[in-house]
C-alpha cells in the first residue's frame, strides 16, 4: 500500500471518530448529571479520552507516513508504535481514576447519597454501547485495510468504552431498582475493561518495536512463494522482522553454482521484487544467494 493512500484512510477514520467521539462524551455528560449517573459520568471521561488519544493517534500516523530522510533511512513506520504506547498509557490513567473514584464510593459509603437515575442516563447508555460499537467496527476494517497498529488500538478502544457503557447501563438499571451501590461497583468494571486494553495495546506496540518476527503463517507463505521462483533451488534461510507496521525480509536462497554472476544476481532480483509487490505488508527483502549442487541433498 502506497504511503499516501495509508495517510488519506488514516487520517480520514481519525476525524470522523474525533468528531463522533467529542459529541458522545458531552451526550453523557449532561445525561450523566441530568440523570444522576456517576458510572455514566465516569464513561463520559471514558469518551472524552478517545478523543485525546485519537489525535495522538492521528499524529503518530502522520508522522509514520513520513518518507525515510538522511537519519531515518529506514522509515520511520515505529512512530505509530510510539502513538500506540501513549494511547496506552493514557488509557491505563484513566482507568485508574475511574477505578479509584468506584472505590472511593464503596468504602465511603458515598454511594448512599446519589439520587436515583433518571431515564434519561438508562437511554445514553444504551446509545453509547451502540455508537461504540459501530465505530469499532468502522475504525478496525479500516485499520486492517492499511495494517495499522495505531489505528487498531485506537478500535480497541472504542470496543472498550462499549463494554464499559454496558457497565454503566448495568450501574444505572441496578441504581433505578433501588440498589445505588451498583452504579459505583459499574465503575470498577469500566475501570478492568480500561486496564485490560491498556495492557493489551502496550504489549502488541512493544513487541514491534523489539525486532518480533511476523506470523508464521506470513513466513511460511513467503518462503512457498520464494521456493516457488524460477532458479531457486532451496530456502535456506528466512528471518523477518516486524518494523512498526511493516516488515522486513531477510532470505538466504541457494543457485546452482555453475551459474555466471549475473545470472544468479538476476535470480536474487526476482525474489526481491516478487515478495515485495506480492506481499503489500513487506516493505523491504535482503537476498543472499548460496552456491548449490544436486548431490548436496544426499551428501
Known sequence: MQTSEFEKIAVK???????????LSVFKLLAGIFG???????????????????????????????QADKKHPFGHERFECVAA???????FATGVGIGYSGVENIVTGAYNSFEKPQVIALVAAAVSIVVKELMFWYTIVAAKKINSSALKADAWHHRSDALSSVGSLVGVV?????????????????????????VRIFIDAVKKMTDESCDEKTENEIREFVKACEGVERVDELM????????????????????????????????????????????????????????????
Open 85 to 91: 504506547i501513549i494511547l496506552a498509557v493514557v488509557l
Open 13 to 23: 477514520t481519525s476525524v470522523i471518530t474525533i468528531i463522533v467521539n467529542a459529541i
Open 240 to 299: 523477518t522482522r516486524l518494523f512498526g507496521n511493516r516488515i522486513y525480509v531477510i532470505i538466504e536462497i541457494a543457485c546452482k553454482r555453475d551459474l555466471p554472476l549475473y545470472k544468479a544476481h538476476e535470480i536474487a532480483e526476482t525474489v526481491h521484487a516478487g515478495v515485495e509487490s506480492s506481499f503489500p505488508s513487506v516493505k523491504h527483502v535482503t537476498v543472499h544467494v548460496n552456491p548449490y549442487e544436486e548431490n548436496e541433498e544426499n551428501g
Open 174 to 198: 441496578g441504581a433505578m431498582c433501588g440498589v445505588p451501590v451498583l452504579d459505583s461497583v459499574a465503575c470498577l468494571v469500566i475501570c478492568a475493561m480500561i486496564l485490560i486494553a491498556a
Open 36 to 66: 444522576a449517573s456517576m458510572a455514566l459520568i465516569s464513561d463520559a471521561v471514558h469518551s472524552a479520552s478517545d478523543v485525546f488519544s485519537t489525535i495522538i493517534v492521528l499524529l503518530g500516523v502522520k508522522i509514520s507516513s513520513k
